[in-house]
């Protein structure tokens, strides 16, 4: 005995969507992409956190060798290095928001960029203002 063919609902699953064809019993299974992270924005939040911790570096050098005079040249060398990575972090930072902006649902991660970008900008002005008091703690150091 055969019977006639009853239409059913398909039943969704977990993280996809199904949507009928009409006039058939068939229907078109979408399975939901999860977003995935910003490479630059996580690359941006980690060159701040370097450029940051590069910044105060340069503070305790120029604090401890200030008055001895050598503060000044190696914080420099340091200073330096925080520049590029406070620059890297902001170029990052902006490319990573750019990512996520253009991509819709797909790419996540601006408050990391913006994360990021913030942390380079204060680190390479750490980094610039803690050079210049060692600068102000050698001249004042060794004047008569």
């Known amino acids: 005995m055969t019977y006639p063919y009853q239409h059913q609902q398909p039943v969704p699953q977990q993280g996809m969507r199904i949507d009928l064809v009409q006039g058939t019993p068939f229907g078109v299974a979408y399975p939901l992409v999860q977003a995935t992270p910003s490479g630059p924005a996580i690359g941006s939040l980690v060159a701040g956190i370097a450029s940051?911790?590069?910044g105060l570096f340069v503070g305790?050098?120029?604090?401890?060798?200030?008055?001895e005079g050598w503060g000044p040249l190696a914080g420099g060398a340091f200073t330096v290095l925080a520049l590029f990575l406070g620059?890297?972090?902001?170029g990052l930072g902006v490319f990573g928001m750019r990512q996520v902006r253009r991509s819709g649902?797909?790419?996540?991660?601006?408050?990391?960029?913006?994360?990021?970008?913030?942390?380079?900008?204060?680190?390479?002005?750490?980094?610039v203002l803690s050079l210049l008091l060692a600068f102000v703690i050698a001249a004042t150091s060794t004047s008569p």
């Open 52 to 54: 940051v911790l590069v």
């Open 105 to 127: 649902r797909l790419v996540t991660g601006r408050g990391t960029a913006i994360t990021g970008v913030v942390l380079g900008s204060t680190g390479a002005g750490i980094g």
């Open 60 to 67: 305790c050098l120029g604090l401890l060798g200030g008055s």
């Open 87 to 90: 620059l890297g972090a902001i």
